[in-house]
């Protein structure tokens, strides 16, 4: 990649985050240092293999939440992808998702230096996000009136994997969704009297992928980006 002494520090900083897939944020559990992880660490890193904690409607749980969105969202979904490398650009579709949901195309500008580490970057993104899934979008809850909630909403980070459980309608089986936090808002009003937490999500890879030393081979050994 090339940069100029008049790019800001974010414009690189974005760069970097696109072109990795990974993560940089503010984290608030550890000094409020800036942090990047790889896209490697969903793969790889206890907090992103492991939920760490599950949320629920149920008043009687543990830790409870009071509003959620959720979805079937098959604008979500993506079916064409254009990357944007050093040389050019690297366009792939996915026509059986276009043929069943429409076309929805992400065009993505990255500092990729080659032609086949776009076209993997794409055909990773395709396959993640081809398939329209129910997801939970964000959940919401308020520590100032449990107060057990306020160790959960303190320590979560960025990329930490979660359970979210709704039971529909209030009646039958809960239906148990593994996700990412990617977000987190705290409002907090009348001191700290009134204090509400939303962690904004995206759902979790159902997949792990090939790592060497690990994976065992023609079991695990899932190609992924």
């Known amino acids: 990649a090339k940069w100029s002494a008049s790019d800001s520090a974010l414009k690189i900083i974005d760069e970097i985050e696109r072109t990795e897939l990974g993560e940089f944020y503010i984290d608030h559990a550890n000094s409020g240092v800036a942090r990047f992880r790889g896209r490697d660490a969903r793969y790889a890193d206890t907090r992103s293999l492991t939920s760490q904690a599950t949320i629920s409607d149920d008043s009687s749980a543990t830790l409870h939440y009071t509003k959620i969105m959720g979805t079937l969202d098959e604008s979500a979904t993506i079916n064409k992808v254009t990357v944007k490398w050093a040389g050019g650009d690297v366009v792939v579709v996915d026509q059986a998702s276009i043929d069943a949901n429409g076309e929805n195309a992400l065009p ?19 396959t993640r996000y081809g398939t329209p899934r129910a997801r939970f979008a964000s959940i919401e809850m308020i520590p100032s009136a449990e107060q057990r909630l306020f160790a959960e909403v303190l320590a979560r980070q960025i990329g930490d994997r979660i359970t979210v459980a709704i039971t529909p309608q209030n009646t039958g089986s809960a239906i148990s969704i593994d996700c990412y936090v990617e977000g987190i808002e705290h409002t907090i009003a009348d001191g700290v009297n009134l204090w509400s937490t939303t962690y904004y999500l995206s759902r979790a890879l159902g997949t792990q992928y090939w790592i060497l030393g690990t994976s065992q081979l023609g079991i695990d050994t899932i190609l992924g980006f």
């Open 108 to 126: 993505i500008s990255t500092a990729l230096p080659t032609y086949e580490a776009a076209l993997y970057y794409a055909n990773g993104l395709l």
